[in-house]
Nanobody, 128 residues
């Protein structure tokens, strides 16, 4: 079992920045690909960003590319999502997730069904 706890959400004005964090416990953190997903009210959960086990490879949704940065610190068991130039449409509950399998295709690493463990989410609200 892997336990994931997100933090750092809040209310920010459009154009601002925010960094959310996710602390993992329970198993060897570096054995898991980590991802961030989000869910806005009335919408399905969507992929945001993912990072491989070593932190050397990342992939982003087109909607956040160039504005968001995912990173991880395997020594501290933490994955981060730094968000800049925030827009009202970024408003959502942000979830971190852990994938214990060696998925390598784009389709596989963005699919929520391939992530085994999920945090409870942290609310990010962007005001216009």
């Amino acid at each position: 079992q892997v336990q994931l706890v997100e933090s750092g959400g809040g209310l920010v004005q459009a154009g601002g920045s925010l960094r959310v964090s996710c602390v993992a416990s329970g198993r060897t953190f570096s054995n898991y690909r980590m991802g961030w997903f989000r869910q806005a009210p009335g919408k399905e959960r969507e992929f945001v960003a993912t990072i491989n086990r070593s932190g050397t490879s990342t992939y982003y949704a087109d909607s956040v590319k160039g504005r968001f940065t995912i990173s991880r610190d395997n020594a501290k068991n933490v994955v981060y999502l730094a968000m800049n130039s925030l827009k009202p449409e970024d408003t959502a509950v942000y979830y971190c997730a852990a994938d214990g399998e060696l998925h390598i295709t784009i389709a596989a690493i963005v699919a929520s069904k391939n992530y085994d463990y999920w945090g409870q989410g942290t609310q990010v609200t962007i005001s216009s």
